[in-house]
């Protein structure tokens, strides 16, 4: 099995069985074998024969060693494929329904059983033992069940109930939050976590003290929306709980984001409006310019000013004959001094 340690060891008459086994197995000098595991898991506790003796018609008897009680529990039974669990009575009621052996295994010489959801009483030592054989052989082995920090609530009138858990102050930033014990013996820790897990900083423990019980109060400041927790531990009873509350802080940076986003977009529209006034302005000028410099270019009478495709003329009375270039004066009346002599005339 994964994330498990385990050590095989051979002593005379015995062949200990790895078949599933849960928890650390550790030689002792005298051949004896401690297995450990944490509370709640499976515990194997193993047992074989090294003759690897056919035992389903064999007798073998799981006992555990007299405690503070000093009384000898039976365990598990079994003779010649007779077991508690087929009808035999005796089994003490602390292992009812949770010791099993691996029948498939009995025909290899293995006695070994497995202890289901193991608890903390689980611990000692116990005795595997074959009364009929010749010698009589028992072997022993001691269960070590290590303690796990859990809620007990239902086993230990001691355990504190579940924290009561308020939301105090809160704005569009942070929340307040706070937890309060009530009552409680032996004097719990308090811590605010995450959903990760992670410890939160605090403010410092209220703690009053009324006939021995406990009453105490841890406030927290959160500034993000998350799952959180507040976990209440008893150390001498190995007792945890929490209680949880979500809490939803409005999300400062998308909403940041977004206002930079829209005022980029005005001042881009800004901008933009300005170029296209500019642009109309500038291209009103243009236009007014190439119309000035369109009329200046055009024919015009003006004062007796001709203007011709190939040479310019000023007269005298304002008239103006093109052609070639030349420019003729007309007169307004006829001179006869001007026609040429007939020589008929002489």
Not at 30 to 40: A, F, M, R, Y
Not at 87 to 96: D, I, L, Y
Request: with cysteine; hydrophobic share 35%; charged share 20%.
């Amino acid at each position: 099995m994964s994330g498990l340690r385990v050590k095989a060891l051979k002593f005379p008459f015995l062949n200990l069985c790895l078949l599933a086994v849960a928890g650390i197995i550790l030689a002792h000098g005298s051949g004896d074998v401690t297995v450990v595991v944490k509370e709640g898991s499976d515990a194997v506790l193993p047992c074989s024969l090294s003759t690897k003796e056919d035992l389903h018609s064999k007798l073998f008897d799981w006992k555990k060693a007299a405690q503070k009680d000093g009384k000898t529990k039976e365990v598990f039974f079994y003779d010649a494929g007779i077991t508690y669990n087929s009808g035999r009575s005796g089994q003490s009621e602390e292992f009812k329904d949770q010791v099993f052996h691996f029948q498939d295994e009995l025909r290899h010489g293995n006695a070994s059983i497995i202890i289901r959801n193991t608890k903390v009483t689980y611990s000692g030592n116990y005795t595997c033992d074959f009364p009929r054989l010749q010698p009589r052989q028992t072997f022993h082995i001691e269960l070590v069940v290590e303690t796990i920090m859990k809620d007990r609530s239902g086993e230990n009138p001691a355990a504190t109930p579940k924290p009561y858990t308020r939301t105090l102050n809160a704005t569009e930033d942070w929340a307040l939050l706070l937890c309060e014990v009530r009552g409680a013996s032996p004097k719990p820790h308090l811590q605010w976590q995450d959903s990760a897990g992670n410890k939160l900083p605090a403010e410092e423990l209220q703690v009053s003290e009324r006939e021995g019980h406990h009453y105490i109060t841890l406030n927290t400041r959160v500034t993000k929306s998350d799952r959180y927790r507040c976990v209440v531990t008893q150390e001498e009873i190995s007792h945890q709980i929490y209680e949880e509350t979500f809490v939803f802080i409005r999300e400062t940076v998308c909403e940041d984001s977004s206002s930079k986003v829209a005022v980029g977009w005005l001042f881009g529209a800004g901008v933009l409006g300005a170029f296209i006034v500019v642009a109309a302005l500038a291209l009103l000028v243009a236009m007014r310019f190439i119309t000035i410099n369109r009329n200046k270019g055009s024919p015009l009478q003006e004062d007796g000013l001709c203007n011709t495709g190939n040479g310019s003329c000023n007269t005298g009375n304002g008239s103006c004959l093109t052609g070639n270039g030349s420019c003729n004066q007309e007169t307004s009346s006829e001179d006869p001094s001007a026609q040429p002599l007939n020589s008929q005339d002489v």
